[in-house]
């Protein structure tokens, strides 16, 4: 059996980021802590760095959604990024998407605990999904896959003219180089990386900001998403 790690004191700065959902935030904290380690989702070494390297680490990303957006965090897990987005902005509509299912049944339990009304889980592999959820405004990810691999999975996901947010480390730009012939595949017209979280995280959290023109996907997506869209005419039809 995992022996559970103790979890720290909120630090101040979780209450000036997450606001009026502290309580929130302190109970999904200690959710993760608790059933997170227990059912493998987070390692328990994890738990004494939850606030700064997870919680904070991921709401920072706020600053970089644009307002009133549809958001899908693909590989969601533990519900990383998507839960403390979530909690700092009721203004967005968030599905979270994991294929697994104990991990999909903890998330579906989070956010019903939370008071989540603005956030879905839906169970898939982004390739299942396309076609069956709405386009997107804005994916995020975080410590999904390589970033040529997570924008074939985030990328077809978008509306056109959307981006994919993604967290990653001190290796964001050489990423950013290696995928540059699939990215443009894909329909991507600009990338860039962002540092968000000043005066709430050290060191900054590094985004990587993926944006799409009118095809999100490219040209073999768009085809992938009409047909799944006339399978789906059919079916409602029946």
Known sequence: M????ELPPAPEEARAVFGEFFPEAVRYAELLADAGVKRGLIGPREVPRLWERH???????????PEGVSVCDVGSGAGLPGIPLALVRRDLKITLLEPLLRRTNFLQEAVELLGLDHVTVVR?????VLGKLQPVHVVTARAVAPLDRLAGWGVPLLR????????KGDTADEELVAAKAALTKLGVVKTSVLQVGEGVV????????VEVGESPGGVRFAAKRAKAARVGRTRRRR
């Open 2 to 5: 995992t022996e559970a790690a």
């Open 55 to 65: 919680l904070l680490n991921c709401a920072v990303l706020s600053e970089a959604v």
């Open 124 to 128: 898939g592999r982004a390739e299942e």
């Open 160 to 167: 056109p003219y959307g981006e994919m947010l993604a967290l």
């Open 202 to 209: 050290d060191p900054l959290t590094t985004v990587v900001r």
